[in-house]
Nanobody, 119 residues
Framework: QVQLVESGGGLVQAGGSLRLSCAAS????????MGWYRQIPGEERELVAG???????NYADSVKGRFTVSRDNNKNTLYLQMNRLKPEDTAVYYC?????????????WGQGTQVTVSS
């Protein structure tokens, strides 16, 4: 009903930048919020940045001032601009969409994209 496809991950040097993209398809009108999580192997998935249902943004303290989440409604695409990257940012990044179907909320995840920051 909602599908998410991510792209843009890769290898970058510390201090560099990457932009992740998350293209939504399906019943995109059902999406209420979107954002990004990341996960280190063996660690809990962590919220990085996202939109609230009111349209404001939230950021993890560790990325605030360096990362920017944005969206292009014409392209049904969510972005995560990551600047001044640090080795600690190395993780698999997942976009998510919270949608509503028949009055019930559910979460759809992208497939994940690897971001590796070398020192």
């Amino acid at each position: 009903q909602v599908q998410l496809v991510e792209s843009g991950g890769g290898l970058v040097q510390a201090g560099g930048s990457l932009r992740l993209s998350c293209a939504a398809s399906g019943i995109v009108s059902s999406i209420k919020t979107m954002g990004w999580y990341r996960q280190i192997p063996g660690e809990e998935r962590e919220l990085v940045a996202g939109f609230t249902s009111a349209g404001s943004t939230n950021y993890a303290d560790s990325v605030k001032g360096r990362f920017t989440v944005s969206r292009d409604n014409n392209k049904n695409t969510l972005y995560l601009q990551m600047n001044r990257l640090k080795p600690e940012d190395t993780a698999v990044y997942y976009c998510y969409a919270r949608a509503r179907n028949s009055g019930t909320d559910y979460v759809t995840w992208g497939q994940g994209t690897q971001v590796t920051v070398s020192s």
